[in-house]
């Protein structure tokens, strides 16, 4: 029982305490019901101020493989007064989002996403092979129950390779990001991004291989190299300035056309289609060259090697 002797503490320490049981009280009610999780699996749930649900999912990761893990969510009851939270819970990183997922333009006006997908950081691991475990937690404080979808995937062709088709979307609440590691002989190379048209405007950014990754419009200027980036940009990356020899390269849609070049407008959908190419050497030039495939809706986009010591990429970018 709190003492009340010093007037000057007394009425702090029994705020105090009155709030711990207040909170102790709360947390009581709830109930966690558990799940164990599968890849590509959906699940359509509910959850209210009173049921919290937490999925449990494995993995085994590899020393020398690197393996993409994509969370995607969907709020699918509507006017919903209260946001529902996840929250993913890693061996050395947490990450979590709100949905709707608010992001905010210019003149603070706010955008609200209730299709929000994210890529989820991969741990290090000193052996070869071990099993990892995440968590998804899911909870709301609304009253009333709110639905949602929840599916957990693995990214293909995440990290990035010569003579390899890949293509992948992206929206201001749908970034996407992958990996490059730097070949043998390789001290430097050009991150190209090249966009069929001015809008929508973009950012890519250059990672060292770290958590958490910043991927969102808000904060994917805060490490890091980037360019924002109507129809071209370009980075040159060197191999000394990442001690893992690898990076990521982060693709971010911007919520609005007039962050980056003078115009407004929302940007709801950005489709990118990605090829790898090997360089094919110019007769007599000593030159490297890459072919460039053609008639692709979207765009297409090339990850070459055009010198000996440099990496070219090309990310068209293009609206539906």
């Not at 009173?50 to 893990?69: A, M, P, W």
């Not at 129950?145 to 990035?160: K, P």
Request: proline fraction near 5%.
């Amino acid at each position: 029982m709190a003492s009340c002797r010093k007037p000057k503490h007394s009425l702090l320490r029994c705020s105090l305490f009155l709030f711990v049981l207040t909170v102790e009280a709360t947390n009581s009610s709830v109930k966690v019901q558990q799940k164990d999780g599968e890849f590509d699996k959906r699940y359509a749930d509910m959850v209210d101020s009173k049921l919290q649900i937490i999925y449990t999912f494995n993995h085994t990761v590899t020393r020398n493989k690197t393996e993409g893990v994509r969370v995607s969510v969907e709020l699918l009851s509507e006017n919903t007064t209260s946001p529902v939270l996840f929250v993913v819970r890693q061996k050395q990183a947490v990450l979590s989002f709100q949905v709707p997922l608010i992001l905010r333009g210019l003149y603070q006006r706010k955008y609200q996403y209730t299709q929000v997908s994210r890529t989820l950081c991969q741990p290090p691991t000193l052996v070869l092979s071990e099993t990892q475990f995440f968590y998804v937690d899911v909870s709301t404080l609304s009253n009333s129950s709110v639905r949602y979808q929840l599916r957990v995937s693995r990214v293909e062709s995440f990290t990035l390779q010569t003579n390899k088709l890949f293509s992948f979307n992206a929206t201001p609440s749908q970034p996407q990001f992958f990996k490059y590691r730097f070949p043998d002989g390789v001290d430097t190379v050009i991150v190209k991004v090249n966009s069929e048209k001015n809008f929508p405007c973009s950012v890519m950014s250059v990672q060292d291989i770290q958590c958490p990754v910043f991927d969102l419009d808000n904060n994917v200027a805060f490490i890091g190299m980037y360019q924002t980036m109507t129809k071209k940009a370009a980075i040159t990356v060197q191999r000394k300035d990442f001690p893992s020899n690898s990076f990521y390269v982060v693709i971010v849609v911007k919520t609005e056309t007039r962050r980056a070049a003078g115009r407004s407008g929302s940007t709801p959908f950005h489709p990118m289609n990605c090829w790898m190419l090997e360089p094919k050497q110019n007769s007599g030039s000593g030159r490297l060259s890459c072919h460039r495939l053609r008639g692709v809706r979207h765009g297409n986009a090339v990850l070459s090697r055009y010198l000996p010591v440099l990496l070219r990429t090309d990310l068209p970018v293009g609206l539906l």
